[in-house]
């Protein structure tokens, strides 16, 4: 804690804070999590599991892990700091300018390449909303906050341990099935739909109505000067069964996100997320927005 000095608050949770620190030696600036640590031992190995999956990850779309350490009952984590705050306020800032597409597309590429690049590592985010999207001054995206992640190693075990923001959570869930990698898919289709229309797509005055819109998984079409492509990849994430949605590679492999991997984004972003999808993308040269995705065993990561 000696090596970093506090300059201000940037968040604040249940968990405890989100810190904007300065790196004595270096001046760098990073953000810096302080969680309470609970008093017993296994909802401290709980929260250390954060610290343990973020640091597992290496990518340009997920923010890059420091270092972590405990003091005084608290467990800090370190990490790259955005600048450019998350995209929830992004969104509200809007004061209901819709984006264009082209932002929207270049922003949810980088999305699936991060949700790809954890699902590679068989971690599950869980939490996939807008406020935990974020964002730097240069136009990166970076999926933080891996408070509710969990490496997936026996499916059932997320059954009943899912806490995920309600908006967000998929049918699955409230039928008490399953988390699995088509879950996050499900959360990442609510981003994309609230970047198109700066509204959630399921909204409802209780959580029962909330939880019955979802399950019937009706939404409102986009504003129609959208092309049909981004219509067809949100109506793909809404598909009430998790098999029937595309995984992160599959998003990545075909038409408009495909051409955007290829055409905008840096050769070693290209390289990091590597050669398996790429071959996909050669294999689907002929693939229009009606390419079916392969059937999938349920909860199965298949990446
Ligand atoms: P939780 O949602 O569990 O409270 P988060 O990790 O999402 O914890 O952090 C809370 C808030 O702090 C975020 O919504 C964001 O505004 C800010 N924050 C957290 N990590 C960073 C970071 N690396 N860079 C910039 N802001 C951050
Ligand atoms: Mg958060």
Known sequence: MDDYTVLRMIGEGSFGRALLVQHESSNQMFAMKEIRL??????????????VLLAKMKHPNIVAFKESFEAEGHLYIVMEYCDGGDLMQK????KGKLFPEDMILNWFTQMCLGVNHIHKKRVLHRDIKSKNIFLTQNGKVKLGDFGSARLLSSQMAFACTYVGTPYYVPPEI?????YNNKSDIWSLGCILYELCTLRHPFQ????????LKVCQGSISPLPSHYSYELQFLVKQMFKRNPSHRPSATTLLSQGVIARLVQKCLPPEIIMEYGEEVLEEIKNSKHNTPRKKTPPCTSGRIRL
């Open 38 to 51: 609970p008093k017993s031992f296994s909802n401290t190995q709980n929260s250390r599991k954060e610290a």
């Open 91 to 94: 969104i509200k800032q809007q």
């Open 174 to 178: 409230w039928e008490n099935l399953p």
């Open 204 to 211: 409802a005055n209780s959580w029962k109505n909330l939880i």
